[in-house]
């Protein structure tokens, strides 16, 4: 019998050897796919117990993690939550995260590649590893007098330095508090993520990168730009009466006279004389200026944004009504924030951006933004003449409300009213010379009459209160 | 002509590897509350010391009543059941609220090592269980078929391999499989020669006699009924599997395993064919992530032994509670993800040594029940741990077996122990010194007798060996170095070490030979040099010969 008991030996011991291979093979082959399943709590989880990094306003913190009793050891807090939330994001375990907790998520959790050295030291020293904080470039005083300002308005603010693009302020509304979809209650969180994205009112839509709206007169800047880029002076006189746009019955009513210079058209936001320059101009060439102020590119890297837009396929009538921001014309606030900024730093886009640094939690820098240039919009001359021009729209335009004593102010005033249903968009943008700054206002619903320059009256203010805030 | 090895008691060692595998099983004690909470729980020498209690009781047991028994089972079988302890209250730890399983698993342990003593005292030959075998083959296939009676049997987890009495659930296959090994084997001494001639020839292999093939049938068709009605194929695979082994190792022919193996496949390819159930199981095998819900489970239980990698999270830092029944069917998935692969592995070779302990006691042991009986335990065990290991690392398609000693339930564990203590009495019977002149020692001469084989050509020696007369005789050295250097005739110094190995009268041809040992890693009970053959057909000898 000992013959077979050997061989049932070597069976059992294949067993065994085929258990210990199995194991192996399981480890090599199929790790990596499992720890990426996104559907593997154990990952998930790992990062929601991380001690996250900070991110800083000024020297505030404005996303903070904290000690936390539960199962989670740490919890994410933001101690101005609804001001900061269309910038932080939130972080959630059960929802993900958005915003900069989503773009810098591996900076802020200690995970990335510039941080590798960082972890080899923690792991050596048995320090508790800690993630970088984010230094930002807003100003709080923008900020909350943005937000002061807007109020319960729909609608958004982006403010931004001219010189660095540098996002000083950036506020949508209604906003929502991250605590509500951060808080380690699951079915709380639940709840608050129900009411957020059932309402209608999209609380979570970061209106000024991530939505796109007609920009109403505000176009009227950039074909100024085109304009004065074709040969006209600020001085040169436009036809400004009733415009039937060619091959329609739609007629641009006038509402400032039959003539004016271009820089009276601006500051009275002719219609008629701005759809006529317009279709003089050509499609072609103020989608060239549009793009050359940022057009059709995504001009923010560190949140989520979307490329503004000037059509591609546009024909005569409609290129009229694109003139004054209407037919498919759409823009966020922030690049009609870089367009008010551009004109400022003598035709100059610059690279806006929202994270000043990156720091490790010892204060050692990771990496630092330096100002770029994104295009070149106009010559430094014709950015001399439409800053003329817009200071002219705020002395003796439609955009008064936004003057600032002691400080030169330009602006454009905008209502987009191409839809009759709804209430017009209010737009309003405008920079500064000391402080220097570039404003856009938007208002999604001016509650009031769809004739009213809505942009003067509603956004105005909204801007004046920013630049102030920021003597 | 040769001389009588005899083992020493080696209750020393045992308890000294006993110490060892406590201080492993206390210090993952330890480090699960300290990874946890960073501090002990109150009152936990209470628990520490039942469990160190428990065992050293035990081990005075073995002491008293089986002091030749293997030194390395029960220390073994403690480690494993310590190890189960500590991912017990590991996952006690984790769950919300807080559970107490450990402390009910720590009170099986007691009375699993109670029905360990039982056994010690009440079965000092287990010769005894050789009486009855049709009887016993008809208990363990009732107590096997129990959970398809209606009232006390019922399903879970879509395998019904469970039984229910009251409050107390249990599965009965873990009782079978000691029956029925026990049946089998007392069966086989009796048939094996009838079982053993040949019948037709096909394709080489030489098939039973038809009329052999009875109880092979009986049993195919038993585990089929496993396989369909109770739903199990792990269960299914360790009756047929142990009961075709006992067949292979009675009778000494190959046909019976190919037989055997092919009639398995077949009947599991039919049940994978016609049966829902199997192929469910056999899906989430091949592909679990098709069916993110039915296969959650084993989709965890991945998840898990990916977060642990290489070396594990650490007791009592990863997450292995998201893994539903981890204390049961999955604990080697917790395993896994806390300790890592390197930790698995080594609870898979622990596994592994206790069945090499118990395959050689079936080698060393010297009657045919003993031999069947001691094989059939440790290969039962083997499969049982093949089985349950390989569907949680996705090797096999996932079976409601049972974890030896580490999963939760008293059941098992009971079973289990009871087990280890028939198997701890064989080797201590195989291992004790023959009492002197009792029976004509020639008997031992057949090739059953021993670790070697001789050849069966080789007519019997009626020659008795005088055993007393020899002690007085100088050991023989031979250079072999066997990992018992005490117990094996290749002792090199005879001065320290007590082995009794006694020349027998020389014969004509050897005058003083020692039969080395076949490997180096066996362990000769008896070695009697067999006359004038010393190399026998089918056992190598690595060169222990003396010059």
Not at chain 2, 477 to 482: I, N
Request: charged fraction near 15%; aromatic fraction near 8%.
């Amino acid at each position: 019998m000992n013959g077979p008991i050997r061989r049932v030996a070597v069976v059992a011991m294949l067993m065994t050897l085929a258990l210990l291979v199995n194991v192996s093979v399981s480890y090599l082959a199929r790790q990596d796919s499992l720890n990426a399943n996104s559907q593997n709590r154990r990952v998930t989880d790992a990062a929601f117990a991380q001690d996250r990094g900070a991110i800083m306003v000024g020297n505030t913190a404005v996303a903070e993690t904290v000690a936390s009793k539960d199962q989670f050891k740490f919890q994410r807090r933001y101690p101005q939550s609804e001001l900061y939330a269309p910038v932080t994001g939130y972080f959630s375990y059960l929802f993900g995260s958005s915003e900069l907790e989503q773009s810098y998520g591996a900076q802020l959790s200690g995970n990335d590649s510039s941080q590798f050295v960082n972890r080899l030291i923690d792991l050596a020293t048995g320090a508790k590893p800690k993630g970088a904080n984010i230094q930002t470039t807003l100003d709080a005083r923008a900020q909350r007098a943005a937000s002061n300002a807007l109020g319960k308005l729909k609608g958004a603010v982006v403010a931004l330095n001219p010189k660095t693009g540098a996002i000083l302020a950036m506020v949508s509304s209604p906003t929502f508090d991250p605590n509500d979809l951060a808080t380690h209650n699951m079915s709380d969180s639940q709840k608050a993520w129900a009411a957020l994205t059932k309402s209608s009112a999209k609380p979570m839509s970061n209106r000024a990168t991530r939505e796109i709206f007609p920009p109403g007169s505000t176009f009227k800047v950039i074909v100024s730009a085109a304009a004065l880029d074709a040969g006209y002076e600020p001085d040169s006189e436009l036809d400004a009466s009733s415009y039937k746009l060619p091959g329609t019955n739609t007629v641009i009513a006038s509402n400032c006279g039959s003539r004016q210079t271009l820089a009276r058209a601006l500051a009275l936001s002719c219609n008629a004389a701005f759809a006529r320059l317009g279709v003089k101009l050509g499609a072609d060439a103020l989608r060239n200026q549009a793009e050359k102020f940022g057009f059709g590119t995504k001009p923010l890297s560190d949140i989520g944004s979307v490329a503004s837009r000037f059509p591609d396929q546009i024909d005569v009538p409609q290129t009229g009504l694109a003139s004054i921001g209407g037919f498919d014309v759409a823009a966020s606030p922030l690049q009609m924030a870089m367009v008010a900024a551009a004109v400022r730093n003598d035709g100059v886009v610059m690279q806006p951006y929202l994270v000043e640094s990156v720091r490790s939690a010892d204060l050692q820098v990771l990496s630092q933004t330096r100002p770029s240039q994104l295009s070149l919009a106009t010559s430094a001359s014709d950015a001399a003449k439409l800053r003329q021009m817009m200071v002219g729209v705020v002395e003796g335009g439609t955009g008064w409300r936004a003057k600032v004593p002691g400080v030169t102010v330009g602006g454009k005033t905008g209502t987009a009213n191409s839809d009759n249903k709804r209430t017009p968009y209010a737009w309003f943008i405008s920079w500064a010379e000391d402080p220097d700054v570039a404003v856009c206002v938007f208002v999604q619903d001016a509650e009031m009459e769809a004739t009213d320059v809505a942009g003067g009256r509603v956004a105005a203010p909204i801007a004046k209160a920013v630049i102030e805030a920021l003597r | 002509m040769g001389e009588v090895v005899v083992f020493r008691k080696r209750r020393g060692v045992e308890l000294v590897m006993l110490l060892l595998g406590m201080v492993v099983a206390v210090g993952g004690y330890a480090l699960v509350n300290l990874n946890i909470s960073g501090e002990l729980p109150s009152g936990w020498y209470w628990g520490v010391g039942c469990y160190v209690l428990i065992g050293l009781v035990a081990h005075a047991v073995i002491r008293w009543r089986i002091p030749y028994a293997d030194p390395l089972l029960f220390p073994l079988v403690y480690l494993l059941n310590g190890i189960g302890l500590v991912m017990i209250n590991r996952l006690d730890l984790g769950s919300r609220p807080v559970m107490h399983s450990a402390e009910l698993q720590l009170l099986w342990t007691a009375i699993s090592v109670a029905v360990f003593v039982l056994v010690l005292f009440l079965l000092r030959d287990h010769h005894v269980l050789q009486r009855f075998p049709y009887l016993t083959f008809l208990a363990g296939m009732l107590i096997l078929m129990m959970p398809l009676l209606p009232l006390i049997g019922f399903e879970n987890h879509g395998a019904r391999i469970w039984i229910k009495i009251g409050p107390y659930s249990f599965q009965p296959a873990e009782l079978a499989k000691i029956v029925l090994t026990v049946a089998f084997a007392s069966y086989l001494v009796e048939k094996r020669e009838v079982l053993a001639l040949a019948g037709a020839r096909f394709l080489g292999i030489d098939l039973p006699r038809p009329r052999d093939l009875g109880p092979i049938i009986v049993m195919w068709l038993a585990s089929l009924a496993v396989l369909i009605y109770q739903k199990d194929l792990g269960t299914s695979l360790l009756f047929f599997g142990l009961f075709v082994m006992m067949l292979y190792v009675a009778t000494e022919r190959p046909s019976w395993p190919i037989l055997g193996t092919a009639l398995f496949a077949a009947g599991a390819f039919a049940g994978w064919l016609f049966y829902g159930h199997v192929q469910v199981r056999v899906a989430a095998w091949l592909d679990p992530f098709a069916n993110w819900d039915q296969n959650y489970q084993i989709i965890q239980g991945q998840f898990g032994m990916a977060w642990g990698g290489l070396f594990g999270t650490g007791l009592g830092l990863g997450r292995p509670n998201l893994t539903p029944l981890a204390k049961n069917d999955f604990i080697a998935a917790a395993i896994g993800e806390e300790l890592g692969v390197a930790g698995l592995m080594a609870i898979i070779v622990l596994y592994g040594v206790i069945v090499m302990r118990g395959l050689r006691t079936a080698l060393t042991s010297n009657d045919p029940f003993s031999k069947l009986l001691a094989a059939g335990l440790s290969f039962v065990f083997a499969l049982q741990v093949f089985a349950i290991i390989g569907g949680v690392t996705r090797l096999l398609p996932l079976t409601g077996l049972t974890t030896p000693f580490i999963s939760q339930g008293g059941s098992s564990l009971v079973a289990n122990y009871a087990m280890i203590a028939l198997l701890m009495v064989v080797t201590h019977r195989v291992r004790r010194p023959t009492p002197p002149a009792a029976e004509p020692q020639q008997s031992l001469a057949h090739d059953t007798t021993q670790v070697i084989s001789t050849p069966p050509s080789r007519p019997a020696d009626p020659q008795p060996v005088p055993v007393g007369a020899a002690a007085a005789t100088t050991p023989v050295r031979t250079p072999v170095s066997a990992d018992e250097p005490t117990a094996a005739i290749a002792t090199p110094s005879g001065a320290d070490a007590p082995t009794m190995a006694v020349p027998t009268p020389s014969g004509p041809d050897e005058p003083t030979t020692a039969i080395p040992t076949p490997s180096s890693a066996d362990e000769p009970t008896t070695a009697i040099p067999t006359g004038g053959v010393p190399d026998s057909p089918d056992d190598t000898r690595p060169g222990g010969r003396l010059p």
